[in-house]
């Protein structure tokens, strides 16, 4: 009998994992909650052009398992229009820059924090201080109100949360992945062509009649040999090991050995992430602009005939315009995907609270101790997370372990 892993969640996670253990001769079960593969990366067709609802972009210098990942589907990337970046806050109509002199004075100051961090452990002695609100983080950071400001606005494009909410010791993660602050803020991002989705599309192709849909996991039970899974419906699966990928907010909805109260308590205050994206038909060609307080942006579609903003889900996109000084018809018409809504996300992309790297730390310590049944979403991956990047790494480093715990 070939060693039988069930994987639960087709996002990229999921799907990354699935492909590499049946290249190790496994048997694989894939169940999804919902109707299709890709999660949290959600191309919609409007007219003539793409919209993407969930991930979009990627650092091809820095994202190099999904570069790979890409030439082995053959999916080209596409460059993105190289408008110049308006900045908005109360001065309306600022152009910023993030290689000014003072902002690269603050990114090097940032910078000797950012070496503290081991991107292959959430929180260690030496980088607990650092989980804290970021506003609080920055204060403590010499530069005028308009550079705080300015950086506020560049970092919204990463974390798409308040900084009064989001730690500052995820989103130095993300400077660290990058290699340092100014890398990060100035890093060249790329999309896939024909959108996002197509690396889940392309992925699944082959395990299509492993997959099933529609079928909620809402347990995990360790059985006399593996384990049992268990559906909405009450159907039992066996396995003689267990994947999940499911998203960080939505974790304690399924109950498994490793969900420590903790966990629970943190995947059902969720992270700070509420980013919702509403695509319009703009009346004119705009710049790209982001705004800091209430952190939004706003883009162009690769056409440019479709316009973007990405603000929190409960800031009507009509105020969300009028902050970002847009000149655009009132949104009511815009096409949208809430994620806060959505029972198998319940928020975008990880951006943790303060605490919250504490309760990652344990559950990656427990994943590792435990390769029969790991957490590898990309929400919970040191390496990216947040990021398509992260779901390559999370799933990969899933099978590297469980497959070396069947050759011991
Ligand atoms: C608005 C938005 C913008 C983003 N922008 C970018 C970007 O520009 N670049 C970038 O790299 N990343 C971006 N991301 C993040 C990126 O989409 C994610 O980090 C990545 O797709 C996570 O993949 P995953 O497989 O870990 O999780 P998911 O894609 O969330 O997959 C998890 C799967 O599990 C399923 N599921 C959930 N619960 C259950 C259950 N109980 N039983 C069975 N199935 C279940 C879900 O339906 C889903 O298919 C963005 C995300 C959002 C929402």
């Avoid at 052009?49 to 990337?77: D, V, W």
């Avoid at 980088?127 to 010499?142: G, I, M, N, Q, S």
């Avoid at 308009?146 to 798409?160: D, I, K, P, Q």
């Avoid at 790209?288 to 479709?306: C, E, G, H, M, N």
Wanted: glycine fraction near 8%; include cysteine.
């Amino acid at each position: 009998m070939p060693f039988h892993v069930t994987i639960i969640g087709a996002g990229v996670a999921g799907l990354t994992a699935a492909h590499l253990l049946q290249q190790h001769n496994c048997s694989i079960t894939l169940i999804e909650g919902g109707n299709r593969v890709g999660g949290r990366t959600f191309t919609r067709q409007h007219e003539r052009h793409l919209e993407e609802q969930g991930a979009e972009f990627f650092h091809p210098a820095h994202h190099h398992r999904l570069r790979a990942a890409l030439e082995e589907s053959g999916l080209p990337a596409q460059d993105l229009k190289d408008l110049a970046t308006l900045w908005v806050s109360a001065g309306k109509g600022k152009l910023g820059d993030p290689v000014h002199p003072e902002i690269k004075a603050l990114c090097r100051h940032i910078d000797t924090d950012v070496a503290l961090i081991n991107p292959h452990r959430w929180i260690t002695p030496e980088t607990a201080h650092l989980d804290r609100p970021f506003t609080e983080y920055l204060a403590k950071h010499p530069a005028s109100d308009t550079v705080h400001s300015e950086f506020l606005a560049w970092t919204g494009t990463l974390t798409g949360a308040d900084p009064q909410e989001f730690s500052a010791l995820g989103l130095l993660r993300d400077f660290k992945m990058f290699g340092t602050t100014e890398a990060a803020l100035t890093a060249v991002e790329q999309r896939i062509a024909g959108g996002t989705m197509q690396l889940a599309l392309s992925l699944a192709k082959p395990l299509m009649p492993q997959i099933r849909f529609e079928t909620r996991v809402v347990a995990v039970h360790e059985a006399v040999a593996g384990f049992e899974i268990i559906t909405h419906t009450d159907e039992r699966i066996s396995a003689d090991a267990v994947i999940i990928t499911v998203p960080f907010n939505t974790l304690h909805q399924c109950q498994f050995p490793g969900l420590f109260p903790a966990l629970a308590q943190a995947s059902r205050n969720r992270h700070t992430n509420r980013s919702r994206k509403r695509w319009f038909d703009p009346e004119t060609i705009f710049n790209p602009r982001i705004a800091t307080d209430p952190t939004s942006l706003s883009y162009l579609d690769v056409t440019a005939s479709a316009g973007c903003i990405i603000a929190a889900d409960e800031i009507s996109g009509d105020q969300a315009a009028a902050h970002l000084d847009l000149p655009i018809a009132p949104m009511a018409s815009a096409r949208s995907h809430s994620w806060q809504d959505d029972p198998l996300a319940a928020g975008a992309w990880m951006t943790i609270r303060p605490g919250q790297a504490l309760v990652l730390d344990d559950l990656q310590r427990w994943s590792i101790q435990n390769p029969r049944c790991q957490v590898a979403g990309g929400d919970v991956s040191p390496i990216w997370p947040g990021w398509i990047e992260g779901a390559i790494a999370a799933g990969t480093s899933a099978v590297t372990r469980l497959i070396q715990s069947t050759t011991h």
